[in-house]
């Protein structure tokens, strides 16, 4: 079999689909994007699809080792998104030539049924609680939310307890009956997230995520020694190269690897490997479509590690497209009590409605990030 064709499509709300095509007919999906990057990562994909062109699509590892190791310069959000989305299309296709899914290539399931996360509250953390009945109605007993809105590097009492207060209204209303992440999202400096975590010991949030930034990693160690919350992260980083350092040095009891942005599946069962041998906990990162979210699954069905699988259904960046729109076998990821069963079907297990993919692509977004400033004007981590 030898590869013929790589088109992107980028598309609502903010993704950006890959199809590889090939001499015998089979076509594989794959969703490389960066959010706000899209069109950067399009063309890293597509300069990347011109060396794949009669290549042997069976042969992943070599792909996925040539295109990371041969120009020089590699890692980083943009090209690892790149090799993502080729990578996840690469095992569509072998799971499909060999008409089984993904999983049992990978050997095969260690649970039937994968338990997910709903995103709750915002960009700006509100409504949380009648958020939260709402998607308990229809068996979710587990959500993430924003912890704070912008936060100053040194900031105030009255900014702390304005973000504690709308937790501490989650467990006054709903008390344990739900259990819930509280995403920094980067937005806290390393000076103000021991301030802030102090204050929300007590309303037992279920993880902490990205308490610093990723470039702060070093403060992971410092923080999980003051705290009884369990951190996690792992978005913002995007190879086994950058895991291990962060493993080594401890701290971190959750990781959280994106599939689109972390090298693919190639890439993120090694890293859930790596996290088994540390005794952490695996929650793939996935704010994003269909392709993203059964990669996610994928890996979570092979790995005894996994605890938690994010998915976007719902979520507040959704806007113009969901995830089910562009998917055919929209049962695929039927919500039981909040888990998500073994996908059946060959490959990733998601099949594309390419005429959808077609039409909605004529109205490509340019999602961006909003940019958030302090209000002495200085730009604040959105
Ligand atoms: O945990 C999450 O889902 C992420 O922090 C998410 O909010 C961001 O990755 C966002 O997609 C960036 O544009
Ligand atoms: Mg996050």
Not at 94 to 118: C, H, I, Q
Not at 205 to 224: G, N, S
């Amino acid at each position: 079999m030898k590869i013929t064709k790589l088109t992107t499509y980028r598309l609502p709300p903010r993704w950006m689909f890959v199809k590889i095509e090939t001499d015998e007919g089979i076509v594989g999906w794959g969703e490389p994007v960066i959010e706000g990057r899209a069109r950067t990562v399009e063309t890293a994909v597509i300069e990347m699809g011109e060396t794949l062109i009669g290549q042997d699509p069976s042969r992943i590892n070599d792909i996925w080792q040539t295109l990371y190791r041969s120009n020089f310069y590699r890692g980083g959000p943009i090209l690892m998104s790149a090799i993502a989305g080729i990578d996840q299309a690469l095992w569509d296709i072998k799971g499909k030539a060999l008409g089984v899914p993904v999983y049992e290539l990978l050997g095969g399931l260690v649970r039937d049924k994968m338990k997910t996360y709903s995103w709750v509250g915002g960009d700006r953390p509100d409504d949380i609680v009648e958020h939260m009945k709402k998607l308990m109605a229809v068996g979710f007993d587990t959500f993430k939310m924003n912890g704070c809105e912008e936060m100053g590097i040194v900031d105030t009492a009255r900014a702390v307890d304005k973000a504690v207060a709308k937790i501490g209204e989650i467990r006054a209303k709903l008390g344990n009956a739900v259990d819930f992440g509280l995403d920094f999202h980067g937005r806290v400096s390393a000076p103000m997230a021991p301030v802030l975590i102090k204050e929300l010991e007590p309303f037992r949030p279920l993880f902490i995520e990205e308490p610093v930034l990723a470039e702060q990693a070093e403060y992971y160690p410092r923080l999980a020694e003051r705290t009884f919350i369990p951190i996690a992260a792992g978005e913002r980083m995007f190879s086994r190269f950058e895991f291990k350092r962060v493993f080594a040095q401890s701290g971190l009891s959750i990781v959280q690897p994106d599939l689109s942005h972390a090298g693919g599946i190639t890439e993120c069962v090694k890293i859930a490997s790596m996290a088994e041998a540390y005794d952490i906990a695996l929650a793939p990162h996935c704010p994003l479509g269909p392709i993203a979210l059964a990669s996610c699954l994928h890996v979570d069905f092979v790995s005894r590690n996994a605890v938690l699988q994010e998915q976007s259904m719902g979520i507040h960046y959704n806007q113009g497209g969901e995830v089910n729109d562009y998917v055919k076998n929209k049962d695929v990821f039927k919500f039981d009590n909040g888990h998500i069963h073994a996908m059946k079907g060959p490959g990733l297990g998601v099949e594309i409605d390419e005429e959808v993919v077609i039409e909605r692509s004529k109205q490509a977004p340019d999602w961006h990030n909003p940019v958030w400033r302090h209000p002495d004007g200085a730009v604040a981590e959105w």
